[in-house]
C-alpha cells in the first residue's frame, strides 16, 4: 500500500526552525519524485518544493528560497524540508506528494500520490 506519512510540524516563532519529515512506504523514492506543498485557510494550495531522484535537482518557489532545503534520506525513504527563518506567513497545513513521471509539476493535481499532512503554525 502506497503511503506518505509527513511529521514534523508545530508551533514555532517568528525567526525559528522546524524540520519536515515525509516518510514514504509501498514504493521507493528512487523512481518518484516528492514536492511540498502548503495550504493556508481561505487560500489554494502552493508548491514549496521539489526534489526530483531523476536527476537530484531541487526546485524551489520564491517564497522558500534562502530559506528551505528539502534533501533525501534514501535509506530512510524520507524526504525532508528544513525551514529556517520562519515566518507568520508561513503558517498553512504542509502536504507532500509523488510524482511518478519525476518531473515535478507545478500543479498540484499532477501528483500521485499525497500525505496527510501537518501543521506548521508560526506565531509569537
Known amino acids: 500500500q502506497v503511503q506518505l506519512v509527513e511529521s514534523g510540524g508545530g508551533l514555532v516563532q517568528p525567526g525559528g526552525s522546524l524540520r519536515l519529515s515525509c516518510a514514504a512506504s509501498?514504493?521507493?523514492?528512487?523512481?518518484?519524485?516528492i514536492g511540498w506543498f502548503r495550504q493556508a485557510p481561505g487560500k489554494e494550495r502552493e508548491g514549496v518544493s521539489c526534489?526530483?531522484?531523476?536527476?537530484?535537482?531541487?526546485y524551489y518557489a520564491d517564497s522558500a528560497k534562502g530559506r528551505f532545503t528539502i534533501s533525501t534520506d534514501n535509506a530512510k525513504n524520507t524526504v525532508y524540508l528544513q525551514m529556517n527563518s520562519l515566518k507568520p506567513d508561513d503558517t498553512a497545513v504542509y502536504y507532500c506528494?509523488?510524482?511518478?513521471?519525476?518531473?515535478?509539476?507545478?500543479?498540484?493535481?499532477?501528483?500521485?500520490?499525497w500525505g496527510q499532512g501537518t501543521q506548521v503554525t508560526v506565531s509569537s
Open positions: 506528494a509523488a510524482d511518478g513521471r519525476r518531473l515535478c509539476p507545478n500543479n498540484w493535481y499532477e501528483y500521485d500520490y
Open positions: 509501498g514504493f521507493t523514492l528512487d523512481y518518484y519524485a
Open positions: 526534489i526530483s531522484s531523476s536527476d537530484g535537482g531541487t
